[in-house]
């Protein structure tokens, strides 16, 4: 495997990192040789959790002496991918990766098919990616707070972008549910 200095290098070296401090060597092999494992990914294909997923995947894979199939089951604001996991059988051969979006998608779920708390156990943390809020340079604010004051000055002229409702940069629309600022959703 050549590791060069691409990003997707750093990051396959920081994440092989991670896997070996949290334990998992090839001794680890013989205890879970078996069938493919899944994880399932509640995004679409090539957006940043599924190309992280693919890099642990083909991490783990030597590690563990087995094959790690990548499934991708976006829909539903990211509460169909934990579904399909929660709902799995206890085998130990399903997993999930998932974002900080989950945790804002049960704040805009009334209620979910399933107990995050008793069906879901967090195994390690691959990653952490910041969350940036950017604004026209040409607007009259230096923070949050200045930007808010002048939303408030302004009804109807906010808009903002993200993701979209259930992703970690729709946490506007967390904050908008919560009466902080309202701003609409852009399809």
């Known amino acids: 495997m050549s590791w060069g200095t691409s990003r997707r290098s750093i990051l396959k070296a920081t994440t092989l990192g991670a896997l070996r401090a949290f334990g998992l060597s090839r001794m680890d092999a013989v205890a ?55 709902r799995s059988a206890p085998d130990g051969q399903t997993y999930l990766l998932m ?55 302004k009804p109807g002229y906010r808009t903002y972008a993200s993701a979209g409702a259930g992703s970690s940069s729709g946490s506007a629309t967390t904050a908008r549910r919560l009466n902080a600022m309202w701003a609409p959703d852009l399809p």
């Open 99 to 153: 974002t900080s979006a989950f945790a804002f998608a049960q704040t805009l779920t009334e209620t979910l098919p399933f107990d995050p708390n008793q069906d879901l156990e967090p195994v390690i943390q691959v990653a952490e990616v910041p969350l940036v809020a950017a604004i026209n340079p040409k607007l009259p604010v230096q923070n949050l707070a200045g930007l808010v004051e002048l939303a408030n000055q």
């Open 32 to 86: 879970f040789a078996g069938p493919p494992l899944r994880l399932v990914v509640p995004f679409a294909p090539g957006g940043n959790t599924d190309v992280l997923a693919r890099i642990v995947g083909e991490l783990l894979g030597p590690i563990l002496d087995r094959s790690v199939i990548v499934e991708n089951k976006p829909g539903a604001g990211t509460v169909l991918g934990p579904t399909s996991v929660a």
